[in-house]
């Protein structure tokens, strides 16, 4: 069974950076596409970031030049690098980690930023 399990999450003031990881276990298979998506209160879930095994990357505009995401070679892990943060990056960050016909998430970790 797969599991999808994020970390690094926590407090910071705006203009800060944090790195968040994610690794997904339990699959001998890799996933296409692993990325980042976030949900702030009140709001619907929104994509922050995504890449393909080959390593082609997608941003959200509100994270471009911001934000970087990257893969952890050949395992399922992926990272997302967070500089020049602000309050509206405030949310819960959910790694999702998908290949044909699966999908899979993390239970989340809470990001907040301070102004």
């Known amino acids: 069974q797969v599991q999808v399990v994020e970390s690094g999450g926590g407090l910071v003031q705006a203009g800060g950076s944090l790195r968040l990881s994610c690794a997904a276990s339990?699959?001998?298979?890799?996933?296409?596409?692993m990325g980042w998506y976030r949900q702030a209160p009140g709001k619907q879930r929104e994509l922050v970031a995504t890449?393909?095994?080959?390593?082609?990357?997608n941003y959200a505009d509100s994270v471009k030049g911001r934000f970087t995401i990257s893969r952890g070679g050949a395992e399922n892990k992926v990272y997302l690098q967070m500089n020049s943060l602000k309050p509206e990056d405030t949310a819960v960050y959910y790694c999702?980690?998908?290949?044909?016909?699966?999908?899979?998430w993390g239970q989340g970790t809470q990001v907040t930023v301070s102004s």
């Open positions: 999702n980690a998908k290949r044909p016909a699966y999908d899979y």
């Open positions: 339990g699959s001998i298979f890799s996933m296409n596409v």
């Open positions: 890449i393909t095994v080959g390593g082609n990357t």
